[in-house]
């Protein structure tokens, strides 16, 4: 427990003290893209922090891999973990860097997300079954191209649902950070009934994944004084996805007695900890197809623009979204270890749901509802309004951007410019 512990504060030491110097490295070669639209920031804010996150995540598994209980688990471990997360690692956060300096076609970043991904399946670090109960045939082993192929959907897939949801200050990085803590819990309650380097790997994992984030926090929740960028949520993503992959027992048949929700639970519990990010993948995906858009299309549509739009502020936005991906991904780890009828896992569904729609509505915006933006301390400045997106006109077609007047008569025109007051004219009565 001491040595998930020292990796983690290792993690968040470095990443909190390169952040610094990232962001100066960033204003200096113009990484800070004017405000967009669609943004919720009014002022340009330096990005790469990914950078910092992953020289923390460097120093996390070096300082794993030197420890004398963790060192030796990674070293024997299959697919040599450390190595591999490094140079998926690298690849992935090159890929984030150049986008966001320079910009980068969507599918050529989705194939730098590919490349790291197969780093990944190529060390080792893949899903060997798809745990599934007896009663529906038992779990389904995958062969090496079926293996390699899912592996590599989880992958991307988390990538890109974390890569969405970082639209707040310290959202992405906060909810990773939980995900993280519910994964890390999880392996140290599989670790007690299970001996395997898999289950290790996932702890020390989880841990730097945890520190890294953490230390990046204080420089990004708001007001954040830099993003992490594309740079920094694939990475998380990645990580966290690697997480998934070990977390799962070669051995479907042991963890059977172990967990309420049978051999169901190693689908369960990554679905628990990316479900809000994915349905804001899913529902972006749907909502910009259904308009003739490129699923890649950025719009003002994710449920944090939503929480926004419904008045509340950023903070308040952000710690909704934590206190749910908190509920929902350690109630299912506790409801996968306690003596509860299986029926409870979609009773809790429903209830986290609730809790979810419960918090986001407009009376749960704090003390007065509209009225209490009016007190508001200054440091808690939430950007512009955020109210419905205007149409997008065309660029070039000037004219289309002028306010049109309804027509006034002459006389109340002619009254209008020379600054004397208009005084309408009554029809007289016969």
């Known amino acids: 427990m001491r040595e998930y512990l020292f990796m983690a504060l290792i993690a968040a030491a470095v990443t909190y003290l390169l952040v610094p110097l990232v962001r100066r490295f960033a204003i200096r070669i113009g990484a800070m893209p004017e405000v967009r639209d669609r943004d919720v ?41 450390v190595t591999a997360l490094l140079v998926a690692g690298g690849i992935i956060t090159l890929t984030g860097f150049l986008d966001d300096w320079w910009g980068m076609d969507a599918f050529i970043k989705l194939g730098g997300q590919i490349a790291a991904a197969g780093v990944l399946v190529y060390s080792g670090l893949r899903l060997t079954y798809i745990p599934l109960p007896k009663d529906w045939g038992g779990s389904l082993s995958l062969d090496y191209p079926l293996s390699t192929i899912i592996t590599i959907l989880i992958v991307v897939v988390a990538i890109n649902a974390i890569n969405f949801v970082d639209g707040l200050d310290g959202l992405a990085a906060g909810i990773v950070c939980i995900s993280a803590m519910a994964i890390w819990a ?44 594309d740079t920094g949520a694939m990475l998380i993503g990645l990580v966290l996805a690697s997480s998934f992959v070990t977390v799962t027992p070669v051995d479907p048949t042991v963890i059977e007695n172990m967990n309420r929700f049978g051999v169901l639970i190693p689908l369960l519990i990554p679905a628990a900890l990316l479900v809000l990010p994915l349905v804001d993948l899913i529902t972006a995906v749907v909502r910009r197809t259904s308009q003739g858009l490129s699923p890649f299309a950025p719009d003002r549509g994710h ?62 915006r704090g003390r007065g509802g509209a009225h209490a933006a009016q007190g508001k301390h200054p440091s808690d400045d939430d950007g512009p309004p955020t109210g419905p997106m205007p149409p997008v006109l065309p660029a070039d077609d000037e004219a289309t951007r002028q ?26 009565s016969s």
Request: aromatic letters at 8%; glycine letters at 8%.
């Open 41 to 81: 920031h009014t002022t340009p804010i330096p990005r790469l922090g990914g950078l910092a996150m992953y020289g923390g995540l460097v120093a996390g598994l070096l300082t794993a891999s030197q420890l004398e209980n963790t060192g030796k688990t990674l070293a024997e471990a299959e697919g040599h973990p």
């Open 403 to 428: 306010v049109r007047r309804p027509a006034m008569p002459p006389t109340q025109e002619r009254a209008t410019a020379e600054g004397q007051p208009v005084i309408p004219a009554f029809p007289r």
């Open 186 to 229: 999880y392996s140290i309650l599989l670790k007690q009934s299970i001996s395997g380097d898999r289950i290790a790997t996932t702890a020390a994992i989880a841990s730097v994944l945890i520190g890294a984030c953490l230390g990046f926090l204080p420089h990004n929740f708001h007001p954040a004084k830099i993003f992490m960028g």
């Open 303 to 364: 449920l944090h623009h939503r929480l926004l739009d419904i008045g509340h502020s950023q903070r308040s936005s952000v710690l909704i979204m934590y206190a749910w991906t908190f509920l929902f991904a350690f109630g299912i780890v506790a409801m996968s270890v306690a003596a509860v009828p299986v029926m409870l896992f979609p009773i809790a569904v429903v209830l986290a749901v609730v809790v979810l729609v419960a918090m986001a509505a407009p009376r749960w």
